[in-house]
């Protein structure tokens, strides 16, 4: 079992930044490729971002890339979302969620994972 729990969303205007954490608990985190996904509201979850066990390889959705950096830090049991340049689009909730696949590098399809967090809010306003 794999506990996540997002943290860091807020209120921000357009411009403006903002950094997304989520701690993990229960298994060894350096096992897992961990993911960002994100819902506005009317819409489906979507994939922000992800990266591989080590940290040495991510990947972008196109609507984020060169604005969001997804890292992660092992010995601490987090992964993060660092997100510079919002717009109003990128308002949703956002959740982290953890693929436990052992033969898989990075994955971008929101059923595969195995666990997921609450999701944080993320607002920016025009």
């Known amino acids: 079992q794999v506990q996540l729990v997002e943290s860091g969303g807020g209120l921000v205007q357009a411009g403006g930044s903002l950094r997304l954490s989520c701690a993990a608990s229960?298994?060894?985190?350096?096992?897992?490729?961990m993911g960002w996904f994100r819902q506005a509201p009317g819409k489906e979850r979507e994939f922000v971002a992800a990266?591989?066990?080590?940290?040495?390889?991510?990947y972008y959705a196109d609507a984020v890339k060169g604005r969001f950096i997804i890292s992660r830090d092992n010995f601490k049991n987090t992964v993060y979302l660092q997100m510079n340049t919002l717009k109003p689009e990128d308002t949703a909730v956002y959740y982290c969620?953890?693929?436990?696949?052992?033969?898989?590098?990075?994955?971008?399809?929101?059923?595969?994972?195995?666990?997921w967090g609450q999701g944080t809010q993320v607002t920016v306003s025009s």
């Open positions: 990266i591989s066990r080590s940290g040495g390889n991510a």
């Open positions: 969620a953890a693929d436990l696949n052992p033969t898989t590098t990075i994955r971008t399809r929101g059923p595969l994972y195995d666990y």
């Open positions: 229960g298994r060894i985190f350096s096992m897992y490729v």
